[in-house]
C-alpha cells in the first residue's frame, strides 16, 4: 500500500528539497533524465527550404525597398556587425534576414539555434500544450502528467540560454498545470525573477448550460532573465486623457488638478508649513501626517508667481506638531512660512508688471500706500485676481476662484504611460472567440486551430517587453500568432513548430502577413506589408555517426558551434542565413556584457577569416572547410606557420591573453606554440556536440 501511494505521490508531482537548493522542488517520474535531457540532444544543423522562404515584391518593412539575395549580401554586411550602433542599411536588412520558421521538433531547433542566438532574444512567448485531456488535430495536448513534465522542463531550460540580459519569458497556461509550471520555472529561471502571473480573460461571456464554476481566465507566467527587470509602460488611451484639460490656456498644454500634499510628515517636517493665499489671507497647512510636495525655497518661487512672497517666522509650532503627529518640544524648530510680502510704497503697478499682469476686473492698477495688513492683503488680492484673469497660472494654484485649498498641476506630458497591470480585460486584449475568427479569416473559412491566442494579446506582450528591432521567439509557433504580431510589430522574431502545419499553416499565415495581410491588429499598427522570412528543416547532425564532421556543414555553421561552445554566447562574426545584424548591439542596449567582452574581425574585404572574435581576452580561431583556399596541407585546415601568419595578420593589433586554434592538425612545436601563447585543439575531437 504504501509503495502505491510513494508512486501515486511521485506522478502528481510532491514538493521535495534536493541537494544543496534552499528552495523546494518539484519531483515526478523522470525528472532526473528531464534536467539532463538538454545536454543529450546532439547538434544539428538547418537546412533551408527556399521553396518556403518568402519575401515581398516591394520590401516596405522598416524602410526596406528592393528585394536583395541575403548569401549575396552575407560578405557585404559581416563588415557592418563591428560597429556597436548598426548603420541605417544594417537595421534595414535585419528584420528580413532574421525572421525564421524552423519546422521540426523545438527541442532540437533550439538546441541548432544555441550557437546563433544564445543571449540574443529580448522576448520569448510560448502557448505549450496544456494537458487538458483534450486532443486537439495540430496540438498534442493529451499528455500524461509526467510526460508533460518531462517535455516542458528541458525545454525551458534552453529557453533560458536564449533570453538576453534585459530579456523575459511569458508563458501561458491554464490552472490544471499552472502551478506545476510555477514551480519548475521557479528552480529554471530563479525565484527571484518571477514578474507577474497575468490574469487573461479568455471568455466574454458564460453559457447557459455550464456547470460548476466556470473559468472564465487563464494565466501567463512572467519570468525575467534578472530581477532588474523592469516592463515598458502601456499606452495611453483617449479615456485616460479625457481628464486632462488647459482652462488657464497654458503653454506647457493639458493638465489635470492633483494633490498638493505627500504623506510622511514626521520624517519631512521641513516641508510642513504655512502658505498665505492671496484671495482670502487664510493660512493654508497640509493636512494631517502630510507635507507640501516642494521645500520651501522652490514653493516660495512657485507663488511668487500670484503675488510677492516672503518667508517669515509665525510661531507656528504647536499647529506644525499636530500635523506632524509630534509633541510641540519635538517638531522641527524654525521652519517659516510663506507669507505675503508687505508691497513697498504701494508700488502695485510695478509688482503687476512683474508678473506680466497690466490691468484688474477693476481697471487699471492704482499706487496706493499699504500700511496695514489688511491694505497688504487687498493689494496681494488685487495681484492675485489679475493672474487668475490673466490665465497661465503657476504650478501651484488656489482651487475654487482662488478661495480654496492649494492643488497641483500634472501635466499630460509628463505622466507617459501607464504601469502594466496583471489583469487583462477581454475587452482590452481580446478573447478566444476573437483569436478563432482571425484564423478563421486567414485560413479562408477552415478553424484547424482548437485554442488560437488573440493577435491583440500578443501585441500587449510585444508592448510591454520589446521594442521595435529586438527578437522575439516562439518555440510553440502553433497558428504562428506570435510571427504575426511581431513582424507586423517591427520585431524581428523566430518560430519553431513540429507539426506538418508549420507548412500548411504557419508559413501560409506569413506569407499572407508579408503582402499586407489586413486581420488581427493590421489597421492598429497601420501595417501595409513588406519583409519577409526563412523557412528550414532539421538537417543532418554536426558529427556523423563515425564521430567526423560531415564534408556537408558549412564553415558558418561549425565556427558559430565553437564560439557558443567555448563563450555561452551566440556568435557575432559573419551574418549567415540564419541571422541579420544583431540589434543587442545597440548603444542603448541594456545587455553590454557580451559587447564589452566580445570582439568580432573586422572584415574590410571581401576575404574570408579564420579569425572568429575575441571573448574575455581570449582569441578563437578555426582552420576548416579549406576557409583559406590556398595550396597549403588539407586547403589551410592545418595550423602551419603559414596558416597561423593569416591568423594573426587577421587579429592585427587587438589585443589577448591567449590564442585557441581550432583545426585537423598541428605542425607547430610545443616550444612555438607556448611563445606564441597557442591552445591547440583537434577537430573533430575537441568539438563538443553536447553541451
Known amino acids: 500500500m504504501k509503495a502505491r501511494l510513494l508512486f501515486a505521490a511521485m506522478i502528481a508531482g510532491v514538493l521535495s528539497a534536493e541537494g544543496d537548493h534552499d528552495m523546494p522542488m518539484l519531483n515526478w517520474m523522470g525528472r532526473e533524465n528531464a534536467v539532463s535531457r538538454d545536454k543529450?540532444?546532439?547538434?544539428?544543423?538547418?537546412?533551408?527550404?527556399?521553396?518556403?522562404?518568402?519575401r515581398a515584391e516591394s520590401l516596405s518593412l522598416r524602410g526596406v525597398s528592393e528585394v536583395r539575395s541575403l548569401e549575396g549580401e552575407t560578405e557585404r554586411l559581416s563588415s557592418l556587425q563591428n560597429s556597436k550602433t548598426p548603420s541605417s542599411e544594417s537595421n534595414k536588412l535585419s528584420s528580413e534576414s532574421s525572421n525564421v520558421v524552423i519546422h521540426g521538433d523545438n527541442l532540437e531547433a533550439l538546441k541548432a539555434?544555441?550557437?546563433f542566438y544564445a543571449g540574443e532574444v529580448k522576448c520569448i512567448y510560448i502557448d505549450p500544450p496544456y494537458n487538458t485531456g483534450s486532443?486537439?488535430?495540430?496540438?498534442?495536448?493529451?499528455?500524461?502528467?509526467?510526460?508533460?513534465?518531462?517535455?516542458?522542463?528541458?525545454?525551458l531550460k534552453l529557453l533560458r540560454e536564449f533570453l538576453r540580459e534585459d530579456g523575459s519569458i511569458w508563458i501561458s497556461i491554464d490552472d490544471r498545470e499552472g502551478a506545476y509550471l510555477r514551480v519548475i520555472?521557479?528552480?529554471?529561471?530563479?525565484?527571484?525573477?518571477?514578474?507577474?502571473?497575468?490574469?487573461?480573460?479568455?471568455?466574454?461571456?458564460?453559457?447557459?448550460?455550464?456547470?460548476?464554476?466556470?473559468?472564465?481566465?487563464?494565466?501567463?507566467?512572467?519570468?525575467?532573465?534578472?530581477?532588474?527587470?523592469?516592463?515598458k509602460k502601456m499606452p495611453r488611451t483617449a479615456d485616460m486623457d479625457k481628464k486632462y484639460k488647459n482652462p488657464d490656456n497654458d503653454p506647457r498644454g493639458l493638465w489635470r488638478p492633483d494633490n498638493s500634499y505627500a504623506s510622511d510628515a514626521i520624517t519631512h517636517q521641513g516641508m510642513v508649513y504655512a502658505i498665505q493665499n492671496p484671495f482670502t489671507g487664510e493660512l493654508l497647512y497640509p493636512t494631517a501626517s502630510s507635507h507640501w510636495r516642494y521645500g520651501q525655497e522652490e514653493m516660495l518661487a512657485i507663488m511668487n508667481g500670484w503675488c510677492p512672497y516672503e518667508l517669515r517666522e509665525i510661531d507656528d509650532a504647536e499647529?506644525?506638531?499636530?500635523?506632524?503627529?509630534?509633541?510641540?518640544?519635538?517638531?522641527?524648530?524654525?521652519?517659516?512660512?510663506?507669507?505675503?510680502?508687505?508691497?513697498?510704497?504701494?508700488?502695485?503697478?510695478f509688482a503687476a508688471g512683474s508678473l506680466g499682469v497690466l490691468e484688474t476686473g477693476n481697471g487699471k492698477l492704482q499706487n496706493s500706500k499699504t500700511p496695514s495688513s489688511e491694505s497688504n492683503l487687498s493689494a496681494s488680492r488685487t495681484l492675485a485676481e489679475a493672474v487668475l484673469k490673466r490665465g497661465q497660472w503657476p504650478r501651484f494654484y488656489f482651487g475654487s476662484n482662488g478661495k480654496g485649498k492649494i492643488a497641483r498641476k500634472t501635466y499630460l506630458d509628463s505622466v507617459g504611460g501607464i504601469a502594466?497591470?496583471?489583469?487583462?480585460?477581454?475587452?482590452?486584449?481580446?478573447?478566444?472567440?476573437?483569436?478563432?475568427?482571425?484564423?478563421?479569416?486567414?485560413?479562408?473559412?477552415?478553424s484547424p486551430f482548437a485554442t488560437p491566442k488573440p493577435e491583440r494579446l500578443i501585441k500587449r506582450v510585444l508592448e510591454i517587453a520589446t521594442d521595435e528591432g529586438d527578437l522575439v521567439m516562439d518555440s510553440f509557433l502553433g497558428s504562428g500568432t506570435t510571427a504575426a504580431v511581431a513582424h507586423k510589430m517591427g520585431r524581428r522574431w523566430i518560430g519553431i513548430e513540429m507539426g506538418e502545419h508549420a507548412k500548411t499553416h504557419c508559413a501560409v499565415r506569413m506569407k499572407k502577413v508579408?503582402?499586407?495581410?489586413?486581420?488581427?491588429?493590421?489597421?492598429?499598427?497601420?501595417?501595409?506589408?513588406?519583409?519577409?522570412?526563412?523557412?528550414?528543416?532539421?538537417?543532418?547532425?554536426?558529427?556523423?555517426?563515425?564521430?567526423?564532421?560531415?564534408?556537408?556543414?558549412?564553415?558558418?555553421?561549425?565556427?558559430?558551434?565553437?564560439?557558443?561552445?567555448?563563450?555561452?554566447?551566440?556568435?557575432?562574426?559573419?551574418?549567415?542565413?540564419?541571422?541579420?545584424?544583431?540589434?543587442?548591439?545597440?548603444?542603448d542596449s541594456n545587455d553590454t556584457s557580451r559587447l564589452q567582452n566580445s570582439k568580432t574581425p573586422n572584415s574590410e574585404s571581401n576575404k574570408k577569416s579564420p579569425f572568429l572574435g575575441i571573448h574575455d581576452g581570449v582569441a578563437y580561431a578555426l582552420l576548416y572547410n579549406g576557409i583559406l583556399h590556398d595550396s597549403s596541407v588539407n586547403g589551410g585546415n592545418v595550423l602551419t606557420r603559414q596558416t597561423l601568419g593569416v591568423i594573426k595578420e587577421d587579429l592585427g593589433e587587438e589585443e589577448y591573453d591567449r590564442?585557441?586554434?581550432?583545426?585537423?592538425?598541428?605542425?607547430?612545436?610545443?616550444?612555438?606554440?607556448?611563445?606564441e601563447k597557442i591552445e591547440f585543439r583537434q577537430t573533430p575531437y575537441d568539438v563538443v556536440t553536447r553541451r
Open 40 to 54: 543529450e540532444v546532439a547538434l544539428k544543423i538547418l537546412r533551408e527550404d527556399k521553396e518556403l522562404s518568402y
Open 319 to 349: 499647529k506644525r506638531a499636530a500635523i506632524c503627529g509630534v509633541g510641540v518640544d519635538e517638531v522641527r524648530k524654525g521652519v517659516k512660512a510663506i507669507m505675503l510680502k508687505p508691497i513697498e510704497d504701494g508700488d502695485i503697478a
Open 185 to 231: 520555472c521557479d528552480e529554471i529561471f530563479g525565484r527571484q525573477n518571477f514578474q507577474a502571473n497575468i490574469a487573461w480573460q479568455r471568455n466574454y461571456s458564460v453559457k447557459g448550460d455550464s456547470k460548476g464554476i466556470v473559468t472564465s481566465s487563464e494565466h501567463i507566467l512572467v519570468y525575467s532573465k534578472h530581477d532588474s527587470w523592469q516592463p
Open 659 to 675: 590564442l585557441v586554434v581550432y583545426g585537423e592538425a598541428c605542425r607547430l612545436g610545443d616550444a612555438r606554440l607556448a611563445d
Open 420 to 446: 502594466p497591470q496583471n489583469l487583462w480585460l477581454h475587452q482590452d486584449v481580446g478573447h478566444t472567440d476573437e483569436a478563432k475568427k482571425e484564423v478563421l479569416k486567414v485560413f479562408d473559412g477552415q
Open 514 to 587: 508579408v503582402d499586407g495581410e489586413q486581420g488581427g491588429i493590421s489597421k492598429a499598427v497601420k501595417w501595409q506589408g513588406g519583409g519577409g522570412f526563412r523557412f528550414y528543416e532539421l538537417g543532418e547532425p554536426l558529427l556523423d555517426e563515425r564521430g567526423q564532421i560531415a564534408d556537408s556543414i558549412p564553415y558558418e555553421v561549425l565556427a558559430a558551434h565553437i564560439w557558443w561552445q567555448d563563450t555561452g554566447t551566440g556568435w557575432m562574426g559573419e551574418l549567415l542565413s540564419l541571422r541579420g545584424v544583431s540589434e543587442s548591439r545597440r548603444e
Open 135 to 155: 486532443a486537439f488535430e495540430h496540438s498534442v495536448d493529451n499528455l500524461e502528467h509526467s510526460t508533460w513534465l518531462n517535455m516542458m522542463y528541458p525545454r
Open 113 to 115: 539555434l544555441l550557437p
